[in-house]
């Protein structure tokens, strides 16, 4: 089992281009999410999804949108990329959503908007 | 207002001693509690957990201690080893997140040999 995948690895986009970043997983997980981290702010929760065709804001959601169209497949895009969201992104996923809830992580996207 | 706080960014110890990282949060309807391993270029592996109902959970190496009443835990690793040299953050779920997890700012810890 390959876990969590990401794609892809690095990416360095000019302001204002847009793109879409690719999450898998092949645990037949439920629950998806996406998360950036930036230096000394920890992990941070954009959006995440509930199972196939839901999605739902979290704690970052702006200027982000995602899509749930497969169960093992969570897409992050960005429609007009920002300096500000220069970032690594992390897509996680879990069984479930219950308060017991280990979350499996991707590698990591790291993303520079120029 | 940070939930989960981890208020110390680093920590250093000598290898076979042990580390202590703690962790406070403010809201008291939390019911598990997570700790996240991170090396660099890499993603977060889960470490340990534990639920509100106990004060104690050990694995290996690796135990933490959950103090409700002072909204405080601390993860400790004995013996520290160098190959424990990284970020570990602390997280917390319940209280209304809807499951989801509340992530602290995390510790690097450096275990030197």
């Known amino acids: 089992n390959a876990g969590v995948t990401q794609t892809p690895k690095f990416r360095v986009l000019k302001t204002g281009q847009s793109m879409t970043l690719l999450c898998a997983q092949d645990?037949?997980?439920?629950?998806m999410y996406w998360y950036r981290q930036d230096p000394g702010m920890g992990l941070r929760l954009i959006h995440y999804s509930v199972g196939e065709g839901t999605t739902a804001k979290g704690e970052v959601p702006d200027g982000y949108n995602v899509s749930r169209l497969k169960k093992q497949n969570f897409l992050l895009g960005l429609e007009s990329a920002a300096p500000s969201q220069t970032s690594v992104y992390f897509c996680?996923?879990?069984?479930?959503?219950?308060?017991?809830?280990?979350?499996?992580f991707g590698p990591g996207t790291r993303l520079t908007v120029l | 207002d940070q939930q989960v706080k981890q208020n110390s960014p680093s920590l250093s110890v000598q290898e076979g001693r042990i580390s202590i990282l703690n962790c406070d949060y403010t809201n008291s309807m939390f019911d598990y509690f997570l700790w996240y391993k991170k090396y660099p270029a890499e993603g977060p592996t889960f470490l340990i957990s534990i639920s509100s109902i106990k004060d104690k959970n050990e694995d290996g190496r690796f135990t933490v201690f959950l103090n409700k009443s002072a909204k405080h835990l601390s993860l400790h690793i004995v013996p520290s080893q160098p190959g424990d040299s990284a970020v570990y953050f602390c997280a917390a779920s319940g209280g209304g997140s809807q499951g989801n997890l509340i992530f602290g700012k995390g510790t690097k810890l450096s275990v030197k040999p």
């Open positions: 996680a996923s879990s069984r479930q959503g219950s308060s017991y809830n280990e979350q499996f």
């Open positions: 645990m037949n997980h439920e629950y």
